[in-house]
């Protein structure tokens, strides 16, 4: 079963306009990640923060952690067309485990 | 420096025969995971390998198994296939058990007739 759930499940916006996409889990978390998928294709990593952290920035990225309501959210500013793919959250419970548990994506589309 | 590597990337199978996927991780990465997709249950983890052993196991029957060889390189047997087997199957690598950035192969997408 998921650990993650992402909301919204679709995204479809504006070329230039700000995408933000949310992530919630169940359980306590060592490191909480976020990936990229171009359809049907292998899975990028974009991001990780540990569970100390609050908030990760990398280039047009922005991440933010709350434990205590065990939520994430992706933010991408000033988006491209390029960007537009499939975006999934990943938590791993334990330090040194590749046992990552995904949750169900959010397809984001972005409009020229 | 290469990326992680899958093959095949494309089959076709009939219920209940059997299928071998490869994957050759990126060069000095030892630590290996399997996950598979579908639309339906989404990525879910298979195995995970570190220096020829197995470290982690999903929840898969044991229709389901891997191995990894000395020079890192892993393959998954899927036994007596069902069409619920259909799916892209994902390989990943990472330099160590203890990194949490894993590297995606492209995957071999299965389908079960």
């Known amino acids: 079963s998921q650990q993650g759930e992402e909301d919204p499940q679709a995204l479809s916006i504006q070329e230039g306009e700000n995408a933000t996409m949310n992530c919630s889990y169940k359980?306590?978390?060592?490191?909480l990640q976020w990936y990229r998928q171009n359809s049907g294709r292998g899975l990028v990593h974009l991001i990780l923060?540990?569970?100390?952290?609050r908030e990760k920035h990398s280039g047009r990225l922005r991440v933010t952690l709350d434990t205590s309501k065990k939520s994430s959210s992706l933010l991408i500013t000033a988006s491209r067309a390029a960007d537009t793919a499939s975006y999934f959250c990943a938590t791993d419970r334990f330090q040194g485990a590749q046992k990552l548990v995904f949750g169900q994506g959010t397809r984001l589309t972005i409009n020229p | 420096k290469a990326g992680v590597t899958q093959t095949p990337r494309y089959l076709i199978k009939t219920r209940g025969q059997q299928v071998t996927l490869s994957c050759s991780p990126i060069s000095g990465h030892r630590s290996v995971s399997w996950y598979q997709q579908t639309p339906g249950q989404g990525l879910q983890f298979l195995f995970e390998y570190f220096s020829e052993t197995q470290r982690n196991k999903g929840n898969f029957p044991g229709r389901f198994s891997g191995r990894q060889f000395s020079n890192s390189r892993s393959e998954m047997n899927v036994s007596t296939l069902e069409l619920g087997d259909s799916a892209l199957y994902l390989c990943a690598s990472s330099s160590g058990p203890n990194t949490g950035e894993l590297f995606f192969g492209e995957g071999s997408r299965l389908t079960v007739l």
């Open positions: 923060i540990r569970s100390n952290e």
């Open positions: 359980t306590s978390i060592n490191n």
